[in-house]
């Protein structure tokens, strides 16, 4: 009634984001309004709404958490307990390097819309199941759940950093405890900035997935003929006489990569999948939520 | 045998370049593509094995060395069947035919010479030029060619034929010169002009290909008028005849235009034009199109025109033929006139050039207007004494305006048993009048006739007299045009004049019938000044500086001292043409062995413009296919650019079917319509008014009108329209003039338009109008409204469907006004085109779409009554429209009276 009125340029700010990721936020609520998830039974009495098991009263329980009910079968009065129902932090990384921008058709999306469109419809999932999200090195990084959190979480995804690097490298993620970690990204980059951030990651409790994320044309090197390759950034370029010559040299390659990355995943307990842009994300999800919220 | 020559054949040195060429382009391989691709990161370090680089496709490669071959190909400038052109030596003579039958195709002659010329200057061969239609030089004055391109340039095609009997005479004597003769292909006279240049040395005759026609003066034909086309015998050719005059705004428009084929070896087509008599009446000139020369514009004058002769006699022709006066004029003027005759109120309507009142007398105050009106406009009017008129009294008393001179009473009878004096008979004529020159026949005698009262310019008056001075034909000038009295009858019955050849003869110098007798007779004895030259091109020009010409050398053939033209004198017109009735056209005749080059028919065809066109088709394919081949040609700045522009030729243009949609409705079915005043509570009214008139129709009647339109007047078309209701209100504009004319031509043609100052003439009393009665009279101002009287007992509104006595609308009282039934007309079966009342008859049907009246009429039951009578006038009008009078017919009144004894 009486709230102060926000000032105008928070207020312009707020608008001016609402119309950048009212649309993501749609598409990813519609995602998720496909697949359900809930809240984790520990099992364990504690904080929860679902029934645990009856307990005798005893002193210094309040007289309202007795459960006449069942107190009325006997003599002694029981008390009620719950479950203990716990939010996990779940961190997510999607990555936002330069190189996700790449689609290789017209019409289809590039990778690093995909990874943002998979990352926000699963925070919306995960918020709705009451779970606390994290998005590391963004200002969603301190792990909190509810509507607000996603806001941050979309305005995180949404904002376009001016200096981005040309690949992705996995962040830090501190003092960060997360029971599930999601990668998502295309893992081009070198060698040596996508596995021993992992391996500090998975050194710590908690379980992951990796979802690389890749374009058709990627996969499959369709080109011919003379062709001066860039990065997305423009800092790397090759040049070719004949593309079609290098096409199962760069396979080959890309094989290993995914090879390596499907070899940490196992070693370290963790999820693999390999996506492409031309696949329909609510695979990718139904996927997510089989790793990450199925576990109770 | 066609030949293809190079002209700069060391362009084709070019050609060594293409294998060069292709040996570069094989060479080189194409630009790379870029793409930007994040594998880079995992290709790097990759090493390139075949380094073969990839090599511009054949096809690309094939179309470059086409498209540059092409290039080399155009700029050594091929040539298809080159001319070879030998020059010879020695002294030079251009000849040029610059008649008439040079001027279709003169440019290209001039060119022609202009290149003879320049290339004898260049050989330096002493030239002489000479055009065969302008005075011949002495001798042969030999000068560089060069001097003559300023005679050439400053040249101009004549209207008369080349001399070519000058040219012998002049080259009689001279020799030993090559000659150039530019001819027209004509043999325009027997002089053997190509024969003795042939004995001078080589001669070369150049033509061109246009087959020269011309037309032959103009003729009447049973009153059409006719025009011949000769020519040479050639290959058959289609002709276009095309008759010019001038526009009532005094431009010169085409009246009309006839087809026809002159075939291969006829030498002449005679066509005739199919126009009514006025348009034959004002031709100017006839051309033939495709030929602009002087020979193919037929000039007309008064030989191709046909006047308009209307005879008016007595109202009753009682007796037999060969005393009727108008026997002997009819005889006498129709061979060369078009005749009308009837009463004199009607001949007026039909525009006549002449009146000749034949034994008239005293004519009504509003015909003797109507007549002197006529005349004043610029008409010949004939009046022919006979006893009538002496009894009438006509211009006895006092100056009739209609009469050249005042007459005595009593005229004058010379010979017969009882007078003294024997017939007399004509004096020559005297030079001013029309008729001098006309031989009088000693067998012309007058018995009896009108005199003229002395007066001191009788004699200035008097066109011919008797032996004794006595006037026979007098005329006076009214306003533009004449009044010419004959003192004796038009027929044999006061003297023997119309019975002689003389009184055709008088006729036709009154100019009342046309020249159809050849022009020799026109033309001599008279000096003739030109109005108008035709020059060599066909142009009408005006003539300064042309010395008059006498009659005798007109009728000779045309020259530079008698050229075609218009020529006046005094009076008189007379349209001089090129050409004689009976002249004929015929080829050149040449000596054994030459043969006429024929100008601009050279097989000589150069293909550098085809070949640049390959050269320019295959450089933009091969910009297509190189951008294809680098990936560019499909992205999507460029797919999307294509897309818009292809779409934006797709557009169809959007149609406005509004007005076609209204005319099909109205023509489908019977709509009724109001006019739309502007005022939207009245049109409302209007529109729910008819509404409920077409609603009772509907029911009780077989005419099932759809839903009232409202129309306005300015814009919309009435014609399909059977009634239209027009609500006055005292604001509305007034009508502009096409409005106007759109009502006046929709009354006279049966529409009916009921105007309803809706006010019951509340507030008017003697000579006082209501505001709506004002608006009324605004509007009506100009329309073509008939005198109107209140609706008599009788009329066919009161039983058109039901029995009326009144017509009330919302109100009940003021008079029905219609046209009134003493007016004779048989137009539109006598049906009123007008209907005025003030009685408000819309808001009386006026029914809501719950089919309710809208507002109240009267109070109770009376008043329903009175709505009850209004719908049934309403259907009543409506059936009074549409089925006219037949209701008045006698045949009903039994059943009528029947009724009303009820």
């Known amino acids: ?77 029981y008390v009620r307990e719950r479950e203990w129902e716990s939010a996990h932090t779940v961190a997510i990384w999607s990555d936002t390097a330069q190189s996700m921008d790449y689609s290789g058709k017209r019409g289809v999306s590039s990778k690093g819309e995909r990874a943002n469109l998979l990352a926000m419809a699963l925070s919306v999932l995960l918020s709705k199941a009451g779970e606390r999200i994290a998005f590391p090195a963004t200002i969603a990084a301190t792990p909190r759940s509810g509507e607000r959190q996603l806001q941050r979480i979309a305005q995180a995804i949404s904002t376009i950093e ?108 963790w999820q693999y999948l390999k996506h492409y842009t031309s696949q329909s994300p609510k695979a990718a999800l139904l996927w997510l939520h089989m790793v990450i919220g199925g576990q109770r | ?38 594998g880079v990161s995992l290709l790097v370090g990759l090493k390139d094995i075949d380094k073969t680089p990839d090599k511009t496709p054949i096809w690309l490669l094939l179309l470059r060395m086409l498209a540059i071959a092409a290039a080399v190909f155009a700029f050594a400038e091929p040539v298809l069947n080159p001319e070879t052109r030998t020059d010879g030596d020695g002294p030079l003579l251009i000849v040029m035919d610059g008649g008439w039958a040079s001027a279709p195709d003169w440019v290209a002659r001039v060119e022609e010479t ?78 053997d002009l190509a024969i003795m240049l042939d004995t001078k040395g080589p001669l070369r005759i150049i033509g061109t290909s246009n087959r020269p026609l011309a037309l032959l003066p103009l003729k009447l034909d049973a009153g059409q008028l006719s025009a011949t086309v000769i020519g040479a015998p050639a290959t058959a050719e289609a002709i276009t005849l095309t008759a010019f005059g001038a526009a009532p705004n005094g431009t010169e428009v085409s009246f009309a235009s006839i087809s026809g084929t002159l075939p291969a070896q006829e030498t002449e087509i005679t066509l005739t034009f199919d126009m009514p008599l006025e348009l034959t009446n004002r031709v100017t000139r006839v051309t033939l199109q495709g030929q602009t020369s002087a020979g193919a514009v037929a000039l007309a004058d008064d030989g191709s025109r046909r006047r308009k002769v209307a005879l008016v006699g007595a109202s009753i022709q009682e007796g037999p033929q060969l005393v009727a006066p108008l026997h002997y004029l009819r005889k006498a003027l129709e061979p060369s006139t078009a005749l009308i005759e009837g009463n004199l109120s009607d001949v007026l309507l039909g525009a006549p050039d002449v009146i000749i009142l034949s034994d008239v007398g005293a004519l009504s105050i509003a015909s003797s207007n109507k007549l002197l009106a006529w005349v004043e406009k610029g008409g010949l009017l004939v009046r022919f004494a006979g006893p009538r008129l002496a009894a009438d009294g006509a211009g006895q008393l006092e100056d009739d305006p209609l009469l050249p001179v005042r007459l005595r009473a009593g005229g004058r009878t010379l010979g017969g048993a009882m007078a003294w004096s024997a017939p007399k008979h004509l004096s020559p004529f005297p030079e001013a009048s029309p008729f001098f020159g006309l031989p009088v026949p000693a067998d012309v005698e007058v018995f009896s006739q009108v005199v003229a009262q002395p007066a001191p310019d009788l004699a200035k008056r008097t066109l011919a007299a008797l032996e004794d001075g006595t006037p026979l034909v007098t005329q006076r000038q009214q306003g533009d045009g004449r009044v010419v009295l004959f003192h004796v009858t038009a027929n044999a019955e006061w003297s023997t004049l119309p019975l002689s050849g003389l009184f055709v003869q008088m006729l036709k110098r009154l100019s009342i019938s046309a020249n159809t007798e050849g022009d020799a007779a026109v033309l001599d004895g008279r000096m003739w000044m030109p109005d108008k030259i035709l020059d060599g091109f066909g142009r009408l020009g005006s003539a300064e500086m042309v010395t008059p010409v006498s009659g005798e050398r007109l009728a000779n053939p045309v020259g530079p001292d008698a050229q075609p033209g218009l020529y006046r004198s005094g009076d008189l017109r007379v349209a001089v043409n090129v050409l004689r009735a009976n002249d004929m056209l015929a080829a050149l005749d040449i000596p054994v062995g030459a043969s006429i080059e024929v100008l601009g028919q050279t097989n000589e065809q150069s293909l550098k413009p085809w070949f640049l066109i390959v050269a320019l088709t295959l450089f933009m394919l091969d910009i297509l296919g190189t951008l294809w081949v680098t990936g560019r040609l499909f992205n999507r700045g460029a797919t999307r650019a294509m897309g818009l522009i292809l779409l934006v030729g797709l557009i169809p243009a959007p149609e406005a079917k509004a007005d076609e949609a209204r005319a099909i409705l109205a023509a489908n079915d019977t709509v009724l319509a109001y006019v739309i005043t502007g005022d939207p509570t009245v049109d409302n009214i209007s529109a729910a008014g008819l509404l409920g008139l077409s609603t009772a129709l509907n029911q009780r009647t077989s005419i099932e009108p759809i839903t009232p339109i409202g129309v306005n007047v300015e814009t919309d078309d009435l014609s399909l329209l059977p009634m239209l209701y027009w609500p006055i209100t005292s604001n509305q504009p007034a009508l502009s003039d096409a409005a106007v004319q759109r009502l006046n031509r929709y009354l006279a043609t049966g529409g009916m338009i009921v105007f309803d100052t809706r006010d019951a003439q509340l507030g008017s009393g003697f000579g006082v109008l209501t505001p709506n009665g004002k608006a009324l009279q605004r509007l009506t101002e100009n329309l073509d409204i008939p005198p109107l009287s209140p609706i008599p007992e009788g009329h066919v509104l009161t039983r058109a469907f039901y029995l009326l006595q009144d017509f009330p609308g919302r109100w009940s009282g003021p008079d029905v006004w219609v046209e009134a039934s003493n007016v004779d007309t048989d137009q539109n079966d006598g049906v009123t085109p007008i209907v005025i009342g003030a009685n408000d008859w819309a808001s009386a049907w006026a029914v809501s779409e719950s089919g309710q009246p809208m507002f109240p009429v009267g109070r109770g039951l009376t008043g329903e009554r009175q709505r009850e009578i209004a719908r049934r006038f309403g259907v009543n009008l409506v059936m009074y429209v549409m089925t006219g009078n037949y209701k008045a017919d006698q045949v009903h009144v039994p059943a009528f009276l029947e009724r009303l004894g009820e």
């Open chain 2, 114 to 191: 202009e290149r003879l010329l320049k290339q004898a200057a260049r050989a330096g061969r002493p030239t002489v030029f000479a055009s065969l239609t302008q005075p011949l030089p002495q001798g042969m004055p030999y000068r560089d060619a060069r001097d003559w391109l300023s005679v050439l340039r400053a040249l101009q095609p004549q209207s008369w034929t080349p001399d070519r009997q000058a040219a012998i005479d002049w080259l009689g004597n001279e020799g030993g010169f090559e000659t150039y003769w530019l001819t027209d292909g004509l043999q325009h006279s027997d002089a």
């Open chain 2, 1 to 38: 045998m066609s030949s293809l020559v190079f002209l700069t054949p060391w362009m084709l040195l070019g050609l060594l370049a293409l294998p060069l060429l292709w040996w570069l382009l094989r060479a080189t391989p194409p630009s790379p593509k870029h793409l930007r691709f994040p």
């Open chain 1, 1 to 77: 009634m009486n709230q102060p009125r926000p000032s105008a340029d928070l207020r312009a700010a707020s608008e001016g984001l609402a119309t950048t990721f009212p649309a993501l936020m749609v598409e990813a609520s519609r995602l998720a309004a496909s697949v359900a998830m809930g809240d984790h039974g520990r099992r364990r009495a504690g904080v929860g709404e679902d029934f645990w098991q009856y307990r005798q009263a005893l002193p210094g329980d309040d007289l309202a958490t007795v459960d006449w009910r069942r107190s009325g079968r006997s003599d002694i009065a």
């Open chain 1, 162 to 269: 001016q200096a981005r690097p040309e690949y992705g490298s996995v962040p830090e993620f501190g003092d960060l405890k997360a029971a599930r970690s999601v990668f998502l990204s295309d893992f081009m980059g070198a060698e040596g900035q996508i596995f021993p951030p992992l391996k500090t990651i998975a050194e710590r409790a908690g379980t992951g997935c990796l979802v690389h994320i890749l374009d058709d044309t990627e996969e499959v090197f369709p080109f011919d003929g003379r062709v001066i390759f860039e990065s997305m950034g423009g800092g790397l370029s090759f040049e070719t006489h004949r593309a079609k010559a290098l096409r199962e040299e760069y396979r080959e390659k890309l094989a290993q990569r995914c090879a390596a990355l499907e070899e940490f995943a196992r070693q370290a307990g």
